[in-house]
């Protein structure tokens, strides 16, 4: 599975869009960018996943660039429950899906008042 | 989406002893369970992937003697932390996948503590 690559940290301010990048510039053609979060001391929570078609769900968006080297999460209206590590991880699709993922260390967001 | 809830939330045990760590899917059949392990300030840690009725594999470093894992049915896959040592003391969580969903979910995970 390619590699990615995320800020270490963000800051946003509560009721402000945050824009989350990553980079995946060895992606391959059947492999997903997922999108996952860690609230302290919680399990990782599912986001959003997508191939290359721009994606949104009652959590986010996931807009991911023309030659899928690149993505980035929106949360339109960040809350301070939305602190968090967020994750984003590259995982081959079709028969060779195992379901396995492999965290990076992701990006700290802190949303603050 | 799915649930998978694990149990316990948290343990403290003795050096030498032994820990079992269940993982259920609630409303789902697993055919996949994933354990990982995660130090404070660090990323999540695959630690192996067990499906039901079957042996798990290991990742590399990963002692199987250690961690023995059971993943006997398609709603439970429990991880034994054998001969538990202070080092052992780390955050365990586990995630279920099924062909049902393309994505994976997590349990709450589980605060061990050796002492």
């Known amino acids: 599975d390619a590699k990615t690559t995320q800020p270490p940290s963000m800051d946003c301010a509560e009721g402000r869009a945050a824009n989350l990048p990553c980079n995946h510039s060895?992606?391959?053609?059947?492999?997903?960018v997922y999108w996952y979060r860690q609230i302290h001391s919680q399990g990782p929570q599912y986001i959003i996943h997508?191939?290359?078609n721009n994606e949104t769900n009652e959590m986010a968006s996931l807009i991911i660039t023309e030659d899928r080297k690149s993505s980035t999460l929106i949360l339109p209206h960040a809350t301070l429950r939305d602190t968090a590590v967020y994750y984003c991880i590259v995982r081959s699709g079709g028969s060779s899906n195992t379901g396995k993922l492999i965290f990076g260390q992701g990006t700290t967001l802190q949303v603050k008042p | 989406g799915a649930v998978v809830s694990q149990h316990p939330s948290w343990v403290i045990c003795k050096s030498g002893t032994s820990v079992k760590i269940e993982c259920r899917s609630l409303?789902?059949?697993?055919?996949?369970m994933f354990w990982y392990r995660q130090f404070p300030k660090q990323s999540l840690m695959l630690m192996a992937t067990s499906n039901e009725g079957s042996k798990a594999t290991y990742e590399q470093g990963v002692e199987k003697d250690k961690f023995l894992i059971n993943h006997a049915s398609l709603t439970l896959s429990t991880l034994t932390v054998t001969s538990a040592h202070p080092e052992d003391s780390s955050f365990y969580i586990c995630?279920?996948?099924?062909?049902?969903?393309?994505?994976?979910?997590f349990g709450q995970g589980t605060r061990l503590t050796v002492v």
């Open positions: 060895t992606i391959s053609g059947n492999e997903y």
């Open positions: 995630s279920a996948r099924s062909d049902r969903y393309t994505e994976a979910f």
């Open positions: 409303d789902f059949q697993a055919t996949t």
């Open positions: 997508g191939l290359k």
